[in-house]
């Protein structure tokens, strides 16, 4: 189900590349590549045999680290061991400390993911609904586009404060451009055959939303969520490092302060176990809500 | 003969195309009488569902109007191309339009369960769209417009796709509920002996663009079986639709 490389009519922008690699029939060229970027090409082998090469690739790179501070000669400050790592879990973890900073950091990146998502799927809607709409807002979405998020961070902490709310922003910021395309991307590829249906049968603007172009825009809006989910976990990091009194990026720059290297691995630790449950939360979501499609059969 | 349901005058479409627009319908004027069976037929691409799609709303004419008596009517429609949301089951698909209205979940279950029954899909109420084969999904289609109990059916060739045994046995089903439930039906089809087997009145439009060349009223007796196609009558009637086409 492959068609050859046929050029891409842009979203936002008219000259688009054309797509270099064959993709499915009627998929945009932009989801395509959001996809590309996001699924696992490897599906075919059977999902044990994944399973234990994955295991086996973790515990191989768990005995290296511990050759590696064993008999490396390395001071803990610069690398800690495994154990000495797990001791400082335990520690930050029984005096409530560890947990303080991961639920102040989760708050700030759901908070971040769902303002941003809410704000995009807004704009976008009205993007794809109006051709004049888009070519009002696109030069400043494609210009918001060039402004790398890491490097205002500091404007927008010297602007917003330390506390959560400059996080939730710079969450929210990152979050919005990937949704904001996918949904752009999603509600422009519903079929003009059931718009058709839909008003032969006098639907009213409500019902066409949420029975045709919510449920029609869905695999690809998930797509760019999955994507954000992610990004947001770096926005609430990289405001932290920047400037807070609380959260995991928080305790990253404290910890690192103090040269207690073991509790800065415990931090980046835990800030990986929270985007693979982000993503994990969004690739579930996924499953439950998509299974009328093959791939998910 | 009833009282009209649609009055269609002078109905014309051009698409604007880069050389001075494509002209698909030209000044068609037919009236439908409530409670007909309507057969319109015609070369490809003369527009015939351009005029299904006018009459649906889903288009504005280029010049010309038509009125439905009585006012905005329910549309039941039947695409040429099986449209069906691939994110509901055969089940979901079936029940749209009473889902639109507001009908409530046991009574939506248990008339489309009915309908399933009619176009021959039981235990296929839970499988996606994917699973059905074309004919399959064209079912599907006719059990949905007909679910709402619309005042007009628009049939876009909704017998394409099926096979000659199933094809017959919908067109008997068709008649049957086009009696018993006194529909009024628009049904567009390239079978000369389909339009003769279930019309009343047979429209054939003329090559682009479309206007009407001929009305024809098909007085066979009802019920029409199969074998009336072998009659001398069925034989002058499908000789002067064969005749109008070409
Ligand atoms: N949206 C559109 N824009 C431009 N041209 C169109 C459009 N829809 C139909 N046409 C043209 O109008 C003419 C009539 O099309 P239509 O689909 O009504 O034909 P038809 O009689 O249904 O043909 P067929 O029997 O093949 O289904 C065709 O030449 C078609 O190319
Ligand atoms: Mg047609």
């Known amino acids: ?297 | 003969m009833t009282a009209p349901l649609l009055t269609v005058r002078d109905l014309s479409v051009t698409f604007p195309d880069s050389n001075g627009g494509l002209e698909a319908l030209d000044s068609a004027s037919f009236t439908i009488y409530s409670q007909e069976f309507v057969c319109l037929l015609g070369p490809s691409g003369s527009g015939k569902s351009t005029l299904l799609r006018i009459l649906a709303g889903l288009l504005q004419p280029t010049a010309g109007e038509f009125v439905f008596a009585g006012g905005q009517p329910k549309i039941g429609m039947v695409f040429q191309q099986a449209t069906l949301m691939p994110w509901q089951t055969v089940l979901g698909n079936i029940m749209l339009p009473l889902e639109l209205d507001g009908v409530r979940e046991e009574e939506r279950r248990a008339r489309a369960q009915e309908l399933v029954e009619l176009v021959g899909l039981q235990g296929f109420e839970e499988a996606w769209p994917r699973d059905l084969s074309g004919g399959m999904a064209q079912r599907v289609a006719i059990a949905r417009a007909l679910i709402h109990d619309p005042d007009i059916l628009l049939l876009d060739e909704p017998f394409g796709s099926l096979d000659a045994l199933t094809r017959e046995r919908m067109w008997t089903e068709l008649s049957r509920i086009w009696q018993a439930r006194q529909k009024t039906v628009l049904m567009v089809t390239h079978s000369i002996g389909e339009a003769l087997f279930l019309a009343d009145r047979v429209l054939v439009l003329s090559q682009r663009p479309g206007r009407i060349k001929l009305d024809l009223k098909v007085d066979l007796p009802r019920p029409r079986r199969d074998d009336i196609r072998y009659t001398a009558h069925f034989g002058r009637l499908a000789r002067k639709l064969k005749e109008a086409i070409e």
């Not at chain 1, 973790?58 to 797990?86: H, K």
């Not at chain 1, 930050?92 to 947990?99: E, I, Q």
């Open chain 1, 1 to 297: 189900m492959s068609v050859a490389p046929e050029p891409c009519s842009g979203v936002f922008f008219d000259s688009q590349p054309a797509c270099p690699v064959s993709r499915p029939a009627g998929l945009p060229c932009e989801a395509f590549f959001l996809q590309a970027m996001t699924t696992n090409p490897t599906r075919k082998h059977s999902p044990l045999l994944t399973r234990w090469t994955a295991l086996l690739s973790l515990a191989a790179a768990f005995v290296t680290w511990e050759l590696v501070s064993r008999y490396g000669g390395l001071p803990a400050f610069i690398l800690p061991a495994p154990e000495q790592v797990a001791s400082r879990f335990w520690r930050a973890l029984a005096d409530g400390s560890l947990l303080t900073h991961t639920a102040v950091t989760l708050a700030e990146i759901l908070l971040g993911l769902l303002a941003g998502t809410v704000a995009a799927m807004a704009l976008g809607y009205a993007v794809a609904k109006s051709r004049l709409f888009e070519r009002l807002v696109a030069p400043y979405l494609v210009a918001s586009q060039a402004i790398p998020i890491v490097a205002i961070a500091p404007l927008l902490v010297i602007w917003f404060g330390p506390g959560m709310f400059s996080k939730v922003l710079i969450c929210a910021l990152i979050v919005f451009f990937p949704v904001l395309v996918n949904t752009v991307v999603g509600v422009r590829a519903v079929p003009r055959a059931l718009h058709d249906l839909m008003r032969s049968l006098r639907a009213t603007r409500g019902q066409i939303i949420r029975r045709l172009e919510v449920p029609a825009a869905l695999p690809v809006l998930l797509g760019g969520l999955r994507i954000g989910a992610t990004l947001s976990v770096i926005g609430a990091v990289v405001g932290e490092l920047v400037g807070a009194d609380k959260g995991l990026g928080f305790l990253v720059n404290s910890a690192r302060g103090q040269y207690d290297t073991a509790l800065v691995f415990v931090a980046v630790f835990t800030l990986i176990a929270l985007a693979l449950a982000l993503y994990g939360a969004v690739a579930w979501l996924e499953k439950k809500l998509l299974s009328w499609q093959e791939s998910h059969a």
